[in-house]
Each structure stands twice: as C-alpha cells, then as structure tokens.
C-alpha cells in the first residue's frame, strides 16, 4: 500500500530539542518548543516559550560575546548553558505537551511499512545521485548570486580553480545529504510518491545551501578578514566550514528536509522551510560564537571603520578584540592596528607604547614585531608628526584573483568622483587569474573620459609632491599595482590601498618600497580628470607629456612577438632621440644584436649611463618581493633591466662602470647569480684573480650555474687544485643533460637540440662544453668524480650519439670497469656494462669518421 511521507513520518519529537538547543541555542529551539506546545493547545505557554527562548537565546549569545576570555571558556560555557536549556525545553514539552509526538496518527486498520536492504540501497543511490545533479546545479546559481552579494568582503569565486573547488565540495556535501536521507527513507518510506522524493532533493538542497550562507556571514567573512590581513590564509575558516559542511550539512540537511516535507499543505512546508533558514542561522551563530570567532569579527568591524576613516570606532574594536584574549596571530594585528590609529591621533605617547607592547607581548607575528621595531625607532627619531593623507579615498575590495588594477584605478578614479567599481573594470579589461595590461588600463581610464599618464624612472619626492597637490598615485611592484594616497614622515611609509594586504591604510616602509618599485623601472601612473591638470607640479606635468607615450610603447612591444619587427618599432619609439629612458635601449641591445651598431650611434652613451647609474646607483638589489608589501633580502628574484644594462655596459667597454654597480649592489643588498657571474668573469679578464673566483664559485652556489663551472674549473687547475678542476669540468659536461637556463631550476631536465648545446657554446659564446668534454678525455686521473662523468657522458652520449670521442673515453670506462669485475659477484654488473659497451662501439663505427669511407667523394 502506498503512503505519502507527509502522513507518516514527522522526525522532530521533544527529546530533539536538546540537540536542537546545544546546536542552534534557544533562539531556534524555543520557538520549536513553543510551537509544540500550542499544537497541543497550550497557545498562551507555547507563545511565551518562543518568546523568552529568542529573548534569552540572543542574550546568552551577547554575553558570550562580550566575555573577555578564552574562546576555549566561552566554549565550553555556552555548550554547558544550551544543554541545561535543551533539558528544561524537552522536560517542559514532555510535561504539558506529552501528545506532541510528532507522528500522525495511523489510520484505522493500517500499519507501518519498513523497506529492506533493496529498498534502502535504491534510496540511497536514487537520493545521491538527483540530489548531487540538482544540488550542484542550484550550487552554480547559488555561487553567481552571493558573488554579487559578498565579492567585495569576502572571495566567493576568488578564481575559476577557486569557484571550481567550492562547487565540487558542495556538491560532494549534497550528494552526501541526498544518500543519507535516501537510505533513511529507503528504510521508512520504501512507497514514495516521485512528487514527494523530489521535494524531499529541493528540501535538502535549500537547507544546505542556507546553512553555508549563515556560516559564511557568522564565520567565513569574519575569518577571511582576519586571516588575509594576519598573513594566515584560509586557516581560520578552513576547519569550522570543513567540519560544517560534511559533518552538520550532511545529517542536518537531511534531517530537516523530512521536517520541511513532512507539512500538511504548501503552507505549512514554506513556514518550516523559513524555519530551518531561521534555525541555519541560529546554529552558524552558536558555532561562530563556540569557536571563538568574537575577536575575528571584531577584527572585520575594525577594518570596516577604518576604511570610512571613523579611526575612533575602529579603535573600539581593536581594544576590544584584544580583551576577547584571541589567538596570537589575531592579537598581532589589533595590537598593531590599535598602536597605528594613536599616531594617526597624534597620541604619539600611546602609539610608542603600543608598538612595545607589540614587540614584547604580541610577537607572534614576525613581520608585524619588525615593522612595530621599525616605527618605534622612527618615532623616537621623528622630530614631529608629519603625515599627509588624501581625504576621501574610500572604496571595497573587490575579491578576485589578479583584480588588482580594477580595484587601484577603482579607488582612483572614484576618488575623481567617477561612477566605476572595480567588478565594471574587471569585466572590462581583466582576465580572471591572468592579470591586466597596461595598455588596457590606460585605455579603459581614456574611454571614461579621464586622462591616464605614466612617468618612469620617478623618484619618492614626485610621489609625495603628487599627492600634496591632491592626486593619488599608482604604482607598480612586481606583478602587482597599489595606489598611494599619503605618506608618514614620522613613520618614514607611504598610506597605501593595497589588495596584497587586504588593507586600505596599509604603512609600507618607504625603504622597502622603493626597492621593489625599482624592480618595475619606478613608474608613476595618474589617472585624472583633464580639467585637473593644471594642478600637478610643473616639473611632473612636463615630464608626463615627455615620458608618458614613451612608456605606453615600451608596454606594447610585450604584446608582440618576442623579436619581431614590431617590437623593435615599438622600443624604438620608447627609447626616443636621447636614451635617457634607457630600459628599451639596454633591451634591444640585448635582445637584438645586430641592432648594436646602430644603437650606439644614434645614442648618446654618456647619456644612457647617466640614466643607468642614477636608477641603480642606490636603493637598488635584486631581492624577491614577497606578498603582502615584503622585501626579502634572503631570497633573489633576477632582475632583468639589470642584466640588459650590464650587457650594454660590457658591450660599450665601460667595465668600470660595471664593477662599481656590482661592488655598491652587492655589498647593500643580495645579487642574483647571471649579475655575480659576469663580474667574476670580467674581473678575471682584468687579473683580479682572488675575487672573480669568488663572485663566480657564489654564483655557481646560488645557482649551480653551469655557464661559468668551466671557467672556474680552467682557474683551478691553473693553481694546481686538478681534484677541484675534474669536478667543475664534469658539472660542466653535465650542462647538456640538465641545461641551467634562465628561470629555470637546475633540477629540471631539458633536453635541447639548438646549435648552441650541439657546438657546446655557453651563453659567451665560447664552445665550453666541448672543451670541458676534451679535457676530462684527456685527464689520466679523475679520481672521486669519475662516477659521476660515467653517469654524465652516458646521458651526453644518448644526446649526440656521433661524439666519437666521448663514446671512445666511454669504451674504455666500461673495458675497465669489466676487468675489475668479478664472475660470480657481478654478474647482473657485467651483464649491463657488456651492454652499454656494445652500443658504445656500434655508435663508433656507425658515427666515426672511417665509417663514412665508403662513401664516394664529390
């Protein structure tokens, strides 16, 4: 007989309130509570069950959020409180409301049907697979719409990887739901109409999906938040959305879809419906509150109101952030944000006392100790407050992934007064995870009616006299765009809105800067409207409207092929009548060689290498820039204007020029190996032997650089150190095998057949490998490192096949291999050396010169 699951089966019964309770609090179960015992006729107590539960439910959860202690307390508190509650709520239900058992009444002469195991695994197949269908079809629609919602507080598609890796978690979680609920109601309701199975699928599908908006609004916000600007990443919202999504999702889903279907009309499903919403809420609330995400949400309220430059209610919320005793990474950062805002209020005694307390007590930020370390001693230097910062730079972040240009020219030009946001540029002129171009920028800036002016090779006294006449700037890190909107002299930073950090106040040191804005030629870009112009300083408006189209067409030749005739047109152009925008000059003479000639007379080179000493001269190493405003000196990022302009310098004979920028370079700051490489060689061509020797042995530490082993080993072997020599002559012989190319790790194999690696010419030009090659064929000892050229020369030997002799020298190695063999101990050894040596020898008679002798002559 078949039974609709509306009037068999309804699960919630008084004993679920305790759960319900320590779950959800009594802001769900009183009303869960109070409707049970008004169904049973008890409308007045039912009524004022639900309202006090609410009452006293929200009043617990303020208290708990206003506690100042350890979220370990609170949780364990609120835990211990809700479940003393559920009691009360499942005793007062049992008592007056004993009837209220939640399973209608069986009609006469009916009884009970149970499903089997056929039915149950039918259920729970049929509800996984139409529920992870439906569900991840409502998921796609889910995700579009909270994107819109969320974007700028939280990345809800931070990226396609991003969106992809959501969409299948959720739908793995529904799939999940739909066999639960399938094998249960396999079990309970093996009849079930088709119309109430999929009802039961859109039951599970709508409770799961608002229990992941509530757990994003109570703790994924609040934790991305914090975690972005802490430096912990997603930690902090990682394991309660994990935990909720698998373990609440799944059983909660499906428990609450049969409640929702189980309603006598459609009246009665939306009302449960909107009570399981209500109740999703009320649960990702409780556990927001258990573990401990009160200071994270303080954290986010504080950075709402300091982006609306309200310092003094984001003040409140650090302080009180701080007395919730967080987690030591969250305590670094409203220490941090607390000692900021007094200096902004000229409350410098406090500030000082602020970054101490910092350095000695919230320490487990790194980062922030040092930065604190490093405003203390500038404030104790500082003669007196100096900090200038644009009014009116406001704007949200938009959360997606290389979304940094839309959101640095949103800022900008809404500080202009413009109507654009940054999700209108991204769509405009941004690809998803790929970054934007220059050009696009400017161009998008010109469609708006705005002008857009570049000005390379700028200098920090033009940011600052930029932002004094009211223009914030743009600039460029690598492979990132920030906007400067004021600076601190006290502080010795620039006010930044930067995405990186996730912070619209961020303080970059100024020291720190400038070395990371060098790495991207220390361009400023204006966006303005053209009405204001007449504002900029006059030595800044001239040199945007010489420099600004020049830099425009040093960008555009990266759009171009790489050595085409365009891009030499393009860096021409950029490079203009004088060179003293030396980057496309130093790049074509680089990258064009048969441009050399004609680049040397039509510029100046007294010129060029004016421009190149005044840019590298200080301020300048080739540290990797870190996320989040970081100059780490521990870790080399090549750079490569640098390396164009050394070539230039080699090229035009100025060698003193070079050693001075890599003496001044090297003593101040990290250097990559390509840089410590050329100098050694050139200090080797001019007689200083002792430190060419050490600038190319660091070069081939930091590295393994292959390209001068061969000069090192030539080098110690003319002191008489043969042991050292054979080593650096095989890692030489080894480049065929693992070519150490730029940008690439020495571990990654590559196996090249370009005529440079057949002729073994090194990046000189010079044929090393193949001298290497000879000379180890010619050594009579090699001692340790034969071993190690037998496993080499084999590779060389697989590579170029007609190396006779390599293969000859390999012949031999393995004849005397054999002869040190023995019978019976080597067998499987003789075995593969008698092998290799008879492809070494089919390979000499079938590559070597006699072999070719039958052949006639022309």
């Not at 994003?216 to 991305?224: D, K, R």
């Not at 500082?382 to 644009?390: E, H, I, T």
């Not at 890692?731 to 590559?750: E, I, K, N, V, Y």
Request: charged share 20%.
């Amino acid at each position: 007989m078949t039974r609709n699951m509306e009037n068999t089966y309804k699960p919630l019964r008084p004993g679920a309130l305790i759960l319900l309770t320590v779950l959800c609090g009594t802001m769900a179960a009183g009303p869960l509570a109070g409707s049970m015992l008004a169904a049973s006729g008890r409308k007045k107590l039912g009524w004022l069950t639900g309202v006090a539960g609410v009452i006293l439910g929200a009043g617990l959860l303020g208290a708990m959020i206003a506690w100042n202690t350890q979220w370990e307390k609170i949780a364990l508190a609120l835990t211990g409180v809700n479940l003393v509650l559920g009691l009360g709520l499942w005793r007062l239900a049992a008592y007056f409301a004993p009837a209220a058992r939640e399973a209608a009444p069986e009609s006469e002469g009916t009884q009970r049907e149970s499903g089997g195991l056929r039915q149950v695994a039918v259920g729970f197949f049929a509800g996984a697979m139409v529920t992870g269908i439906l569900g991840t079809v409502c998921s796609i629609f889910y995700l579009l719409i909270t994107d819109a919602l969320f974007s700028t507080w939280f990345p809800v598609t931070f990226a396609d990887d991003y969106a992809l890796s959501r969409l299948t978690f959720s739908g793995f979680c529904l799939t999940a739901a739909g066999a639960f609920a399938g094998a249960v109601g396999g079990r309970l309701r093996p009849d079930i109409r088709p119309k109430a199975f999929v009802e039961g699928c859109f039951a599970i599908i709508f409770v799961y999906l608002t229990l992941v908006l509530a757990a994003e609004v109570t703790m994924a916000l609040p934790g991305f938040q914090a975690g972005a600007v802490t430096g912990s990443g997603w930690r902090d919202i990682l394991s309660s959305m994990i935990l909720g999504g698998l373990f609440i999702g799944v059983v909660w889903s499906g428990l609450w879809a049969f409640h929702i279907t189980n309603g006598e009309n459609g009246r009665a499903k939306l009302r449960r419906s909107l009570a399981a919403a209500a109740c999703n809420f009320a649960v990702a609330l409780t556990i927001a509150v258990t573990f401990g995400y009160a200071a994270e949400a303080y954290l986010a309220a504080g950075l709402h109101w300091e982006r609306r430059a309200e310092i003094s209610k984001a003040l409140w919320c650090y302080e009180h952030g701080l007395k919730k005793m967080p987690q030591d990474h969250i305590a670094s950062f409203l220490q941090y944000r607390a000692a900021l805002i007094y200096h902004k209020m000229g409350r410098e005694d406090l500030a000082e006392k602020g970054f101490e307390r910092l350095i000695t007590k919230y320490n487990a930020n790194d980062r922030l100790a040092e930065k604190s370390a490093r405003f203390l001693d500038s404030l104790r230097r500082s003669s007196g407050p100096s900090r200038v910062v644009l009014p009116g730079v406001e704007t949200r972040t938009e959360y997606k992934s290389a979304y940094c240009v839309p959101n640095s020219l949103a800022l900008t030009m809404r500080y202009w007064g413009a109507d654009v946001d940054a999700k209108e540029i991204g769509r405009e002129i941004t690809g998803l995870s790929g970054g934007t171009f220059a050009v696009n920028q400017a161009w998008f800036a010109v469609q708006k009616g705005f002008r857009h002016d570049f000005l390379p090779m700028a200098d920090l006294s033009d940011i600052k006299q930029c932002i004094d006449a009211g223009f914030p700037v743009m600039v460029y890190v690598p492979s990132h765009v920030l906007v400067i909107f004021g600076y601190d002299e006290a502080l010795e930073t620039f006010v930044t809105y930067d995405t990186s950090t996730s912070d619209l106040w961020s303080e970059y040191i100024q020291q720190d800067f400038v070395k990371a804005w060098k790495r991207r030629a220390t361009t400023v870009v204006l966006a303005y409207p053209p009405e204001e112009e007449k504002r900029l300083p006059w030595n800044i408006a001239q040199r945007l409207n010489e420099f600004s189209d020049k830099y425009l067409h040093y960008q555009l030749c990266a759009l171009d092929s790489k050595g085409s005739e365009v891009s030499v047109s393009h860096l021409m152009a950029a490079a203009g009548d004088d060179g003293e925008f030396f980057f496309p000059v130093t790049a074509m003479y680089s990258g064009f060689p048969g441009l050399r000639q004609e680049l040397t007379e039509r510029f100046d080179a007294d010129t060029v290498i004016k421009s190149i000493r005044r840019y590298f001269g200080e301020d300048f190493d080739e540290g990797e820039h870190l996320y989040g405003q970081y100059h780490d000196e521990h870790s080399v990022d090549n750079d490569s204007a640098l390396r164009d302009s050394i070539n230039y310098l080699i090229g035009i004979q100025r060698f003193d020029m070079v050693e001075n920028l890599v003496t001044r370079i090297d003593e101040e700051g990290p250097l990559s190996s390509n840089i410590l490489g050329d100098a050694g060689m050139i200090d080797l061509v001019w007689g200083d032997y002792d430190r060419g020797l050490d600038r190319i042995q660091r070069a081939i530490d930091q590295y393994s650089g292959m390209d001068w082993a061969f000069y090192l080993g030539l080098a110690r072997k003319k002191d008489g150190n043969d042991r050292e020599a054979v080593r650096l002559l095989v890692q030489t012989a080894d480049f065929a095998g693992r070519r150490s190319s730029r940008g690439r790790r020495d571990d990654m194999p590559l196996y090249d057949a370009s005529l440079d690696v057949q002729n073994g010419l090194d990046e000189y030009g010079f044929p090393s490998l193949a001298l290497a090659n000879q000379m180890l064929v010619d050594m009579d000892e090699l001692g340790e490192s034969r071993e190690d050229l037998l496993t080499v020369w084999e590779r060389w030997h697989h590579f170029m096949p007609f190396d006779s002799s390599v293969a000859n020298a390999l012949a031999g190695m393995y004849r005397q291999d054999l002869e040190n063999m023995k019978p019976k101990k080597d067998a499987s050894k003789i075995f593969k050396t008698r092998k290799k040596l008879k492809l070494a020898e089919q390979r000499i008679n079938n590559y070597s010169l006699p072999a070719y002798s039958k052949y006639p002559e022309d």
